[in-house]
């Protein structure tokens, strides 16, 4: 494998300064990340050569070394003797762009005072499509943690706790590949650095009891599925007695005849074609009554209508949306005897205007014609 040089490695000059070196890092190794690059043999490739860069040219010691004697002059060094360099430096800059992996400890907060569950909390529930439109007041079920008495929370009995063997009380677990450093929080504690000689028998070491309980919610007109309305104090309940919210998510049913998108609403109409010709008016059916529909003369299948203001009210109290009508034009499949005169008659009474055809598609018979001539 071709040794490459440091500088080059992090597309640097020799005389860069220390700014302009972890500027270059940062950018090289956010790049090639694992996580950003998965399965990618060569972007990993790429990432260790620059933290292993970046770890001797941060260091001003490591840095002179390398300057005159290259990696030899490293390797000569010894593990043992050599800096810990851009630790420090890899550190903060991989919390600042990956979220806080990379061997950083920060404070912890005492295990007493830690809740084992989020205090807010959601619920889905289904509303029908009418509701959604025009509003309702609804029931909403559901269950709520709340923390155990007896163990105050803890999970353990009496609320004596003890430090977890496994994290050896630092409630993060560390892993070393090659020369980097990753934590993650301790799955036996769930980061407190304690964990319960005994299990509380009340809640079978949990920490929290669930309670059932049920709350009337005013659904706002226009609610659509995805929306979210909060509910405040009436989520989890942690050990200091503090409540979080409760978040309702609403799926809201299909109708049958309007489909809806955002808040204008769409229906199909379907139309006859005598009546397409004619440009009849037809009653069709809104979200609050009856429209009237004047179609035009010679309307053609899927052709729109748009009524404004006739859609739905936007959840968030601005304008209202539309109602779309669609015409689906229908056609008669079978014809009698009388109907087809009828028609004929009717084709007959329009003279040329009836075979729009054969204007056009006779010179493109004669013109074929010639070619074989």
Known sequence: MEELDYYEIL??????????????????????????NPGDEEAEYKFKLCNEAYQCLSDEQQRSIYDRYGKEG????????????????????FEEMFGGFGGGRGRRQNPADMDKYPLDMNVDISISFQEAIFGCDKEVKFSYKKACSDCKGTGAKDGK????PQCKGEGQVYMKQGFMTFSQTCPVCDGTGSSATEKCTTCNGKGYEVVKDSVTIKVPK????????????????????????????????????????????????????TQAIMGETLSIPSLTGELELKLDVG????????????????VHGRSKGDLIAQVNLIYPEKLNDEQ???????????????????GVLDSVIDKMKSWFK
Do not use: W
């Open 11 to 36: 597309e640097i000059s020799r005389d860069a300064d220390k700014t302009t070196i972890k500027k270059a890092y940062r950018k090289l190794a956010k790049k090639y990340h694992p996580d950003k």
């Open 74 to 93: 490293l390797e000569g060094m010894g593990r043992a003797q050599r800096h810990s360099g851009g630790f420090d430096d890899l550190g903060s800059i």
């Open 161 to 164: 706790l003890s430090t977890c």
């Open 222 to 273: 226009g609610i659509d599925t995805g929306n979210r309305l909060r509910v405040s104090g009436k989520g989890n309940i942690g050990k200091k007695g503090q409540r979080g919210d409760l978040y309702v998510t609403f799926d809201v049913a299909q109708d049958k005849h309007f489909i809806r998108h955002d808040n204008d609403v769409y229906i199909e109409i379907p139309v006859f074609f």
């Open 299 to 314: 309307t053609r299948d899927k052709q729109r209508f748009t009524f404004r203001g006739e859609g739905i009210d936007d």
């Open 340 to 358: 087809k005169e009828l028609l004929s008659k009717l084709q007959e009474s329009f003279g040329i205007e009836s075979k729009p055809h054969e």
